[in-house]
């Protein structure tokens, strides 16, 4: 993929921006972050995470990145989180990760565990298994629970509709723990997250944000794990603060 070098415009400089969606969601939970950043100028690109298992997932991601000229950001929602995470930092001129409710894993740590570092998750009791004939099981949240569990900032119509396209993770990728050093020991990161997330407690997302050293953290009040699609104005918000920073 031939993509465009770095451009300074109005001495903003121009980045690859990534979005790696999470499980239980798909690309289009990044509609409210992607127009006000390609008005900026920046070329973004929303990942198609696989979700069957971290290693697995970040591989295309990292074949991606090594085509790309120039900075490169890279947003994570939730278990996308891991998955930037455990991207090579030589794979490209990775300027910075932001965590949008993620998983900012260390290195032998699972996302089930990381969600654990403090009680308060009710995702488990939430979920439904699909065996699957090649072996592993899928993992959805079930319909009735979503909108409480997943989004309850936003409208009981509009958490319908995400019930119905959700795509599942496997368990394997939920309990795989990363190997190898993470991405945030390497470069800055930046993290913000609801204060009411029901998937990843608030306590967590701050713990995984103080053992990163996060250049910033932002506690939305009363947002819920999709604090992107809720509070994309406030997420852009630290998109662009992370550009700056490097700029």
């Known amino acids: 993929m031939n993509l465009d070098k770095t451009q300074q415009t109005k001495g903003i400089t121009m980045v690859t921006v990534i979005l790696i969606h999470g499980a239980f ?82 290195s032998g740590e699972s996302p089930a565990t990381a969600s654990a570092l403090v009680p308060g998750s009710t995702l488990a009791e939430t979920l439904v298994e699909v065996p699957l004939s090649s072996g592993g099981t899928d993992l959805y949240i ?25 795509r599942p993770v496997t368990a394997g990728g939920l309990n795989d ?27 967590a997302h701050q713990a995984m944000a103080g053992r990163a050293g996060a250049n910033k953290t932002v506690q939305v009040p009363g947002a819920s794990h999709v604090v992107g699609i809720s509070h994309p104005t406030k997420v852009v918000d630290l998109v662009r603060e992370a550009i700056a920073s490097v700029g």
Request: hydrophobic letters at 45%; aromatic letters at 8%.
């Open 142 to 166: 079930q319909q009735d629970k979503y909108w409480h569990q997943f989004c309850a900032d936003l409208s009981e119509d509009q958490a319908a509709t995400m019930s119905v396209t959700q």
């Open 25 to 106: 969601a798909d690309s289009e939970s990044w509609n409210g972050i992607i127009k006000p950043l390609r008005d900026d100028g920046h070329r973004v690109i929303a990942y198609a995470n696989p979700l069957r298992g971290i290693a697995a997932d970040a591989a295309p991601l990292v074949d991606l990145i090594r085509t790309l000229d120039g900075p490169i950001l890279l947003v994570g929602h939730s278990y996308g989180g891991a998955v930037l995470t455990a991207v090579d930092p030589a794979a490209g001129d990775i300027i910075g990760a932001v965590y949008v409710a993620g998983f900012a894993l260390q």
């Open 177 to 203: 723990a990363l190997s190898g050093d993470a991405l945030w020991q390497s470069v800055p990161s930046y993290f913000i997250f609801g204060e009411l997330d029901r998937n990843i407690p608030a306590g």
